[in-house]
């Protein structure tokens, strides 16, 4: 049977009313939670039914930070989302603000005509009004030239034979690919600079924009295009690399979740009948593939473990093995020797600098690599912050909507606050959806610790 969307959403409200866990530990940290628990108090107090309206726009308000305790429920939460869009479709101007790389290559064509447009009063407005943006949302400059097409130049898109060494296939997403140009060149110029060869694929957008948005089928569209390229680089020799967090935690994270239950895996790790041996979650921070297995009892299980998650039509030995040939840009570069990578003393500044490590990152369990090059960088005083609850709460291309932007910066509002009170000299930040929120609600200047390493490694090469 098709899925009913308001059956998938009533079904969250239900279990979450039900747990009641979220109703404290979440209420300052999410948009989702709080409306959950408003709704489901007012129909038990006052008999009035939660409406399918209701459940609609209950859905809308999780951008899928990942913060909250249950991966099981946001993966609902967005079946419920996608289920809702599959019915109702998708407003034109989702589709074209969720195509950041259409967006990027039209804008970037012509990028001191977009500038005039969005700087004009009365074009401004119907621009916005078109593209459903809101009307306080600062937008980035457009550079002259995208990342991508800077790499064809360089000649980093003819993939090189893997010789032995260090061969990287450069993830670079679509934030840095066509509106930080200069944070992936940075990236691609500290893995050269440590003696890594870098190949830049052919890439569409990871997928999380349109994941996000409930657009099932481009979804799909830019996972089985990736997939391909990514899954022949893997076999190729090349590992791949990511310097955006939510780039990251889409290929390592969410694109292989429920694969390891299929029978394609379970034969391929020597599984009996009578067991499914499902990998450790424990972090992985390198290529290595995963070695130790929970064993799980068939005869309980095997009902309960199973590969149905909207990526479960994709091969599930592919999903695998992209994943876990996926790496941080900052966990790959930790692994390399001091001897590779060597800094000289921070100049520039007082070096208070502070760190946000943001969702994405967090959740991939990888620890806090970038606190931990950073913090090799003579001269520079690191403030990170601490307490896993934070977010920014720009979402990605969510908080540019009309109807999410007040919300945005009201997610993002108690981080704003703690970074006022510390007055750091900049913040650097891994997450370019984050600097964007950064720029608009603060002074400081952003940067990517890419940026970082690559400043102090310029000085001392
Ligand atoms: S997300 Fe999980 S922990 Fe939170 S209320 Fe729902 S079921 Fe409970
Ligand atoms: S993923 Fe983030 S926004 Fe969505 S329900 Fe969980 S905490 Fe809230």
Not at 172 to 193: D, H, I, K, N, S
Not at 203 to 232: F, H, Y
Not at 320 to 335: F, K, M, P, R
Request: proline residues 6%; glycine residues 8%; charged residues 25%.
């Amino acid at each position: 049977m098709k899925d009913e969307p308001e059956i998938l959403a009533r079904a969250v409200v239900t279990e979450c009313a039900d747990c009641d866990i979220c109703r404290f530990l979440m209420d300052t940290s999410c948009l989702f939670f709080p409306e959950l628990y408003r709704l489901w108090d007012r129909e038990k107090d006052t008999g009035e039914k939660i409406t399918s309206g209701q459940l609609r726009a209950l859905v809308d308000r999780c951008n899928f930070c990942a913060l909250c305790p249950c991966p099981p429920v946001r993966e609902k939460i967005l079946r419920a989302k996608g289920a809702f869009i599959e019915r109702d479709g998708l407003p034109g101007s989702v589709r074209v603000l969720e195509d950041v790389a259409l967006m990027g290559r039209v804008c970037g064509t012509f990028p001191r005509l977009t500038q005039a447009v969005f700087r004009h009063g009365g074009l401004s407005r119907a621009a916005r009004r078109v593209l459903g943006i809101h009307g306080q949302r600062t937008l980035p400059a457009f550079p002259k030239i995208d990342f991508f097409r800077w790499a064809e130049k360089q000649g980093l898109c003819r993939r090189p034979s893997a010789k032995t060494g260090r061969n990287v296939a450069y993830f670079a997403g679509c934030t840095a690919g066509y509106l930080f140009p200069e944070v992936a060149q940075a990236a691609v110029g500290v893995l050269q600079a440590c003696g890594v060869a870098v190949w830049v694929p052919p890439q569409r957008c990871c997928g999380m924009p349109t994941l996000l948005e409930g657009d099932r089928k481009q979804t799909l569209r830019s996972v089985r295009e990736n997939l391909q390229t990514l899954a022949a680089a893997v076999s190729a020799g090349f590992d791949i690399v990511c310097s955006c967090p939510t780039c990251g935690y889409f290929l390592r994270t969410l694109l292989p979740e429920g694969a390891y239950y299929t029978q394609a895996y379970q034969q391929s790790v020597g599984a009996g009948a009578r067991h499914i041996m499902v990998p450790d979650s424990s972090p992985r921070s390198t290529s290595e593939p995963v070695r130790s297995f929970h064993r799980y009892d068939r005869a309980i299980y095997d009902t309960l473990f199973k590969d149905e998650g909207i990526f479960s039509g994709i091969d599930a030995m592919q999903r695998i093995s992209v994943a876990e040939a996926t790496q941080d840009l900052g966990a790959y570069l930790l692994h390399l020797s001091e001897e590779e990578l060597r800094f000289s003393a921070f100049s520039g500044g007082s070096g208070r600098i502070l760190y946000f490590p943001p969702c994405h990152q967090r959740e991939q369990k990888i620890g806090r690599p970038y606190e931990s090059l950073l913090s090799r960088i003579e001269g520079l005083r690191l403030e990170p912050i601490h307490g896993e609850l934070y977010c920014c709460g720009m979402a990605g291309i969510m908080g540019f909507k009309a109807a999410f932007h007040d919300a945005s910066l009201q997610l993002g509002r108690r981080l704003m606050e703690k970074i006022r009170k510390i007055q750091p000299e900049r913040i650097v930040t891994d997450c370019l959806s984050c600097r964007l929120q950064f720029e608009q609600c603060l002074s400081y200047p952003v940067r990517h610790p890419v940026e970082m390493i690559r400043d102090a490694m310029q000085t001392g090469h």
